[in-house]
């Protein structure tokens, strides 16, 4: 079945693309969650009209997203963590810690679009943000030792 994503679907499509999809995933996911519409004769003009529609908002999200990889990555973050007598930390620095982090400058940016390493030790370690579709920042955590 051809149908025209309405919004942003992982691993289908962004918003304006007419895909393929079978059947089954079209009628019982995608279109009673208004994320897409069937492409039909009657439809035709609709679906244009969302295109132009779509390509304008896409332009719009896009310089968005820009300007904020451009604010995020002149940010440092730093935090301070227990270590141990090896240098190594008492648990670990999480992308849910990042979030919290960047939620106290100022920045809404949900855990899953944060991508860092397995955090243990001290040091500077680069987090990767998933801004937009093709748009990532890249910034620094200085992890330090927790003054006692």
Do not use: C, W
């Amino acid at each position: 079945m051809e149908i025209l994503l309405i919004e942003n679907v992982g691993k289908l499509g962004v918003r304006g693309d007419v895909v393929t999809v079978k059947d089954g995933y079209a009628r019982n996911f995608l279109l009673p969650r208004k994320k897409a519409l069937p492409v039909t004769a009657g439809n035709k003009r609709q679906i244009e009209l969302e295109k132009e529609r779509n390509l304008k908002l896409r332009a719009k999200e896009l310089s968005e997203a820009q300007t904020l990889k451009e604010k995020l990555e002149a940010v440092v973050l730093t935090v301070a963590k227990k270590v141990g007598e090896n240098k190594h930390l008492f648990g670990s620095v999480t992308n849910a810690d990042v979030a919290e982090m960047l939620k106290a400058k100022g920045f809404d940016i949900e855990k899953q679009s944060i991508s860092l390493p397995h955090v243990k030790d001290l040091g500077t370690h680069a987090v990767d943000i998933r801004i937009y579709t093709g748009v990532h920042a890249k910034l620094n955590l200085e992890v330090t030792a927790l003054a006692e």
